[in-house]
């Protein structure tokens, strides 16, 4: 006589929280790129020419007010005379600070515009981003930042500004991109402060 189980259907007993041993990591897996709504999107991998204006103009502005700032306020207190009362020697260094900071972001923040500006226009002419366009836009900007100079301090302040571009650009090349963006922020003002220096130095 056959065993009756063989003809039972394969049966399991019900677990309502079966569906709840997925693996807790698993609950937090976030995408790590961007997500676009349209594919034409996510084909660009740059800024905008606005989003360059505001990025370059900005933290030029922001880094150049910061560092001017700090290197007036050291020049204001280096300058403090014997005798002075703790309110005379603070007032100091404010104005000193101020003064400063006003005088470093404006020259940062007027480089930033310039070159942010080249660099979109090489890009909308030449049809390709690489590193030509940063160092046309970085010679561009030393020139007619110093056109004023003469022709001689142009061409020279030009070299630096391709030189310094230059350098910021092979050192993005090495960079991962999915480094913070402070990194990449700090390379391009450490650059943008070298140019400052050597073709523009607030006076």
Not at 12 to 35: A, V
Not at 134 to 139: D, R
Not at 170 to 195: E, H
């Amino acid at each position: 006589m056959a065993n009756s189980t063989e003809n039972k259907p394969s049966t399991r007993q019900y677990h309502p929280y079966q569906s709840l041993n997925t693996p807790i990591h698993k609950l937090y897996e976030l995408p790590t790129s961007p997500e676009y709504l349209f594919h034409e999107e996510a084909a660009v991998q740059r800024r905008s020419w606005s989003e360059n204006l505001q990025y370059y103009t900005g933290s030029g502005y922001l880094s150049g007010a910061v560092l001017g700032g700090l290197k007036g306020s050291v020049e204001g207190v280096k300058s403090a005379e014997r005798g002075e009362s703790l309110k005379l020697r603070i007032n100091r260094v404010l104005n000193s600070g101020g003064h400063t900071g006003r005088k470093f972001g404006n020259t940062l923040g007027v480089l930033g515009l310039i070159f942010s500006g080249l660099e979109s226009t090489v890009l909308h002419y030449r049809g390709t981003d690489d590193l030509v366009n940063s160092v046309v836009a970085g010679l561009g900007t030393g020139v007619i930042y110093r056109a004023t100079k003469g022709a001689k301090s142009a061409v020279l302040a030009g070299a630096i500004g391709g030189l310094a571009a230059a350098a910021a650009g092979i050192g993005f090349s090495y960079m991962n991109q999915n480094q913070p963006i402070l990194i990449q922020m700090l390379l391009f003002l450490n650059n943008l402060l070298m140019l400052s220096v050597l073709i523009a130095p607030p006076g």
